[in-house]
């Protein structure tokens, strides 16, 4: 099942952005959501994501402090706002179901694509310097 991303666009380092990630036929609500951007000849990377009923969220240590995500079941979306942009937060960003385990911190683990295969359209965030 593919999730759109949508938002991106170009902004001054030390702006913000809002991305959002939506769905068609079904709720959200109760699944899990990874946030991944992936630069220009880079691998794609982990963001954030979002556990599916037990609010836990994760960050990766790139956005720690800068990024927030959140669910907002009455619309049926996933968020993620983006604050404090570095032109490194530069890249295609994309949503996804898969999974957000609760001890990424404990494990030293972190968030992979590792369970996430279905990538749908992602939405191209530029910062400039």
């Known amino acids: 099942v593919q999730l759109q991303a949508f938002g991106g666009g170009l902004v001054q380092a030390g702006g913000s952005l809002r991305l959002s990630c939506a769905a068609s036929?079904?709720?959200?609500?109760?699944?899990?959501i990874g946030w991944f951007r992936q630069a220009p000849g880079k691998e794609r990377e982990g963001v954030s994501c979002v556990s599916g009923r037990d609010d836990i969220r994760y960050y990766t240590d790139p956005v720690k402090g800068r990024f927030s995500v959140d669910k907002d079941k009455d619309k049926n979306a996933v968020y993620l706002q983006m604050n404090s942009l570095k032109p490194e937060d530069t890249g295609v960003y994309y949503c996804?179901?898969?999974?957000?385990?609760?001890?990424?911190?404990?494990?030293?683990?972190?968030?992979?694509?590792?369970?996430?295969?279905?990538w749908g359209q992602g939405t191209l965030v530029t910062v400039s310097s």
């Open positions: 996804a179901i898969g999974p957000c385990y609760k001890d990424y911190d404990l494990t030293g683990k972190t968030l992979t694509t590792d369970g996430y295969g279905d």
């Open positions: 036929g079904f709720s959200l609500e109760y699944y899990p």
